[in-house]
């Protein structure tokens, strides 16, 4: 009997509103900005969603304060190491990066990653085109040192401007479980300083920072790549360790697609919760608490929107995606303990699944 092929496409993106085809998730830039009138922590806290009963509320209210213990200086410097405490071990410039990707190839093929041209599509000021290589130059040094270089430069291989019938899309990752597939594509207002600002203090999205919509993609690159099917990912890396979590390789009663709440996990978002539930010995004999505390850590409502909004159109990816951003571009002065927990995850645990090349 011949095989199915089973066709995955993904598509995820930053914003609101999603279209209800079937292999298209997308999200809109949609509503008028509402104004910030309180602060962030009003916005993140749990206790304004009412899908956890006052039962729950201790439990909040505990954590949402113990996250913001400082992190450890440990694992400060662990994180600096990589970069900002030392003199960059792969690109010293953002010419010399941008150079690197236009002559990566992936097999016959060369990447088409040219930020540049990305950059001068929308409209940024000398010092904010600046501001966007230094903070993607940080970026790929950071994730060269743990996850290896080869690996970011072949992890996407093409990225291009939304197109201009599609006006109000900030971004999208795009890939249909191939190996050489996976393409990003930004919006006019990807690093528009306000939108970005406005999204933060309203707690809709986990950094402030010019680069926030790239490294977001970026998180959904690297958990697209974690879950390619064996033959797929050796490909790129014969070397990688994620067999039996792949989303192509998962059958129905494996047990990464069982549910929190009722809603299908199928990606690398799990993998992330159980580890931050177990490394705060969150007792296991409440499955709402084991989705609770991860979603207190993640301080992202687009990250938790998959399971706290029904009108929510990304996967349970996002969160993924808003805590790989949490990690990278929490500023020193606010990292906490669950900042610490994510950098465990990020820096620690998830490179044990590859080999760096
Ligand atoms: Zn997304």
């Not at 930053?14 to 008028?32: K, Y």
Request: hydrophobic share 35%.
């Amino acid at each position: 009997m011949r095989k199915i092929f089973k066709f995955l496409t993904f598509i995820s993106s930053l914003l609101i509103v999603t279209s209800n085809s079937l292999l298209l998730i997308g999200c809109w830039w949609d509503s008028p900005k509402t104004p910030v009138i309180k602060d962030r922590d009003y916005y993140l806290s749990m206790l304004r969603y009412n899908i956890f009963s006052s039962k729950y509320h201790d439990f909040i209210i505990n954590y949402e304060k113990k996250i913001k213990t400082p992190a450890s200086a440990e694992s400060n410097k662990e994180f600096d190491d990589l970069y900002d405490n030392i003199t960059p071990p792969f690109w010293t410039s953002f010419d010399d990066l941008q150079d690197a990707l236009l002559n990566t190839k992936l097999g016959k093929n060369n990447c088409d990653v040219n930020w540049r041209e990305i950059y001068n599509n929308v409209d940024l000021t000398n010092d904010q085109k600046l501001e966007i290589e230094q903070s993607q130059l940080r970026f790929y040094n950071i994730i060269s040192n743990v996850y290896g270089k080869k690996n970011i430069l072949h992890l996407v291989q093409k990225i291009e401007a939304v197109e201009s019938s599609k006006r109000n899309v900030i971004a999208s990752t795009t890939y249909n479980g191939m190996y050489n597939n996976q393409r990003m594509s930004f919006g006019k207002k990807f690093a528009d300083s306000e939108t970005i600002s406005h999204q933060f203090n309203t707690g809709f999205w986990a950094a402030d920072d010019i680069d926030v919509v790239t490294i977001h993609e970026f998180g959904h690159g690297v958990s697209f790549f974690m879950n390619l099917s064996d033959d797929k990912r050796t490909k790129i890396n014969t070397n990688w360790n994620w067999s039996t979590t792949s989303i192509a390789n998962l059958n129905p009663s494996h047990s990464l697609t069982t549910s929190f709440l009722g809603k299908p996990i199928d990606n690398c978002a799990i993998k992330l919760m159980i580890y931050l539930d177990k490394k705060a010995h969150i007792p296991s004999n409440d499955s709402k608490n084991w989705l609770l505390f991860p979603l207190i850590v993640v301080r992202s409502k687009y990250g938790r929107d998959y399971w706290t909004d029904k009108k929510h159109g990304g996967g349970d990816d996002d969160f993924f995606a808003e805590a790989f951003v949490q990690w990278l571009l929490t500023p020193k002065a606010l990292r906490g303990w669950n900042w610490e927990l994510l950098n465990g995850f990020f820096c620690d645990y998830l490179p044990t699944f590859l080999t760096k090349i």
